[in-house]
């Protein structure tokens, strides 16, 4: 039985995937901004993002494999053995991704740990790479299947671009069953949905099911119609459950701490150690709204679902060792505008536009050492939102 | 009527039906980001899709020039050089099919730079790289260039991500013109190295008993 499965091992496209899988999983994570490592939910929930890439590779070199295979199909077929060896070569292509995935994330956790972020994944951030190898399966089962009946090269061509176009699709639209990961802003107070992730897995096992049922040719048909059934029964089950559900993410209160006052600042726990910098940063800012006459701010919270007037969310932390300061600033015009119940009218609107643009100008002064400077104009446009907004 | 006969075998050999049908494709991709299906995102991602369609073509190009290293090709009376050069000019009335039917609201330029960068890089491949290998090389150019290349909207997209370069790109262009002419000389060169030889992923059907 081992040496079946070793030679199983050798001849089908499980070292390549290994290699591939591991590879091009951590290039993809660390080849980008690495500000996820900060949270460890968002550091393997953007790890699961590179199954955007990988998915159409393992679908190209399933599909060569498949052809490979139906080069012996006659074999096969007389033998009864057609749906027994692409499901072979499958499955022995899936463990390979599945232990290379793990791996992957487990260094990429560790990464983050080291990084200084509290605390390893738990239950539920491990979880999330569950979907995302079941996404990889399914995309290897198509590709078995196309190179399988169809026996030409170009698939392995073809099959990548269909994939990956398919993957694209269902993120601008917000289809949740072909995607499983990838997010460009703090994950503070959003957490993955169990429920969301396991219908992923069913709609992903349905999908191979009904792929490689459908590799079986010749004989055994009434096996077939059963596995059919139970993969079609699967997608349709959790599709439109999937359909149905409103995002793979829930928004929860994130477990804050807020010191200070003159605005409170609070901070979840992976973003305890830049709290320093964060005061810092916020201080002359404060002091020149202040010495506007602008109203106080209350409080600077990373609680998603605490924002009302007068309080900012920090809602993201982009390149957050060159400047905190642009973050905080960010967070302070958001307060003002955010928040703004009627800031859909024009004057405000200008009001606004006129503030982002001093902010940002204000805090590139605060690099170069420079004091911040209230012009007339923006103090004014200050006073014209405060006055919508508490109103 | 022995021509008749002869295109026939040319069509099915060369498969030109497969080359008709990847520029349907392109023209079907085009059609659907620019026409009547709502399609959510679209002015998004529109603009990045576009310049990168013609990987259809591309893939169907180098799928038909496999047929040069197949025996009745390499045995045939003809001049192979004069076969190869056949099929080079029939790669670029595809790409001039293509640029054509550039739909509105994108440079015609930009498609034949381009496609003959991804034609080029497809005749390139095929001979350096075994058939898998080179397909699948050629359908993750423009995958990569578009998730690690782009930048947030407004900013340029990174250098070597040349396929989403505006027209005006002088690296685009140079690259795109290496990789023509590099693919055309590994094409019509007899004896281009393949580097990468294996046929399977890893290990061979054959290699033991």
Not at chain 1, 35 to 63: D, K, Q, R, S
Not at chain 1, 180 to 193: E, Q, W
Not at chain 2, 131 to 149: D, E, F, N, Q
């Amino acid at each position: 039985m081992m040496g079946m499965a070793w030679l199983l091992f050798r001849r089908s496209i499980a070292p390549f995937a290994l290699i591939a899988t591991l590879g091009l999983m951590l290039a993809s994570f660390f080849l980008r901004p690495l500000e996820p490592l900060i949270e460890m939910t968002w550091a393997i929930y953007n790890f699961n993002f590179g199954t955007v890439l990988l998915a159409p590779i393992l679908g190209g070199l399933a599909a060569w494999d498949g052809v490979r295979l139906s080069s012996a199909r006659g074999i096969f077929v007389a033998r009864g053995h057609a749906l027994r060896s692409v499901v072979a070569h499958w499955a022995m292509g899936v463990l390979s991704v599945a232990v290379s995935y793990a791996v992957g994330a487990g260094l990429v956790a560790f990464a983050a740990h080291n990084s200084g972020t509290p605390a390893f994944p738990g239950a539920l951030q491990a979880w999330t790479i569950v979907p995302a190898v079941g996404l990889l399966s399914f995309a290897l089962a198509i590709g078995y299947v196309v190179g399988w009946h169809t026996s030409q090269p170009i698939y392995v061509g073809v099959v990548p671009v269909i994939v990956f176009s398919a993957i694209i699709f269902s993120y601008t639209v917000n289809l949740n069953f072909v995607r499983v990961g990838g997010a460009t802003a703090s994950m503070v107070s959003l957490r993955p949905r169990l429920d969301v992730g396991a219908a992923q897995l069913v709609f992903y096992i349905g999908g191979s099911v009904l792929a490689l049922s459908m590799a079986a040719g010749g004989r055994r048909l009434s096996a077939r119609a059963g596995a059919v059934a139970a993969g079609l029964g699967a997608l349709a089950l959790s599709g439109a459950f999937l359909l149905a559900a409103d995002g793979t993410l829930e928004t929860i209160s994130p477990d804050v701490r807020c010191v200070g006052d003159g605005p409170e600042l609070c901070l979840s726990p992976e973003y305890e150690r830049f709290r320093a910098r964060f005061v810092t940063a916020s201080g002359p800012l404060v002091e020149a709204l202040d010495l506007a006459g602008v109203p106080k701010l209350e409080r600077l919270t990373q609680n998603g679902l605490d924002v009302g007037v007068g309080i900012g969310f920090i809602p993201m932390l982009r390149a957050i060792d060159e400047n905190p300061e642009v973050v905080v600033a960010g967070s302070i015009v958001n307060a003002f505008t955010n928040s703004c119940r009627s800031r859909d009218t024009e004057d405000v609107w200008d009001a606004s536009s006129l503030v982002v643009r001093w902010v940002y100008d204000a805090y590139s002064a605060v690099e170069q050492g420079d004091a911040i400077a209230i012009p007339d104009e923006v103090a004014e446009a200050f006073r014209v939102i405060a006055i919508q907004c508490t109103t | 009527m022995h021509y008749v006969r002869s295109i026939q075998v040319v069509l099915k050999r060369w498969r030109i039906g497969r080359i008709g049908v990847s520029i349907g494709a392109v023209w079907l991709v085009w059609g659907l980001l620019d026409g009547p299906l709502d399609v959510p995102g679209r002015d998004s991602i529109a603009a990045d899709v576009w310049p990168l369609a013609p990987v259809f073509l591309a893939l169907a190009i180098a799928d038909s020039a496999t047929c040069f290293s197949h025996e009745t090709e390499r045995t045939a009376s003809r001049s192979l050089r004069g076969r190869k050069l056949a099929h080079v000019c029939l790669a670029g009335a595809s790409v001039l099919a293509l640029s054509v039917m550039t739909p509105a609201g994108a440079a015609t330029g930009v498609v034949i730079r381009n496609a003959g960068f991804l034609v080029g890089l497809g005749y390139l491949l095929l001979r350096l790289l075994s058939r898998p290998y080179a397909l699948l090389t050629i359908a993750m150019v423009p995958p990569i260039m578009w998730i690690m290349g782009t930048q947030p909207p407004g900013v340029a997209p990174a250098d070597w991500a040349i396929l989403l370069h505006p027209k005006s790109s002088i690296v685009a262009t140079t690259a795109s013109a290496a990789a023509v002419v590099l693919g055309i000389a590994t094409l019509m060169h007899e004896s281009t190295p393949q580097i990468l030889r294996i046929r399977t992923p890893f290990g061979s059907r054959t290699s033991r008993p």
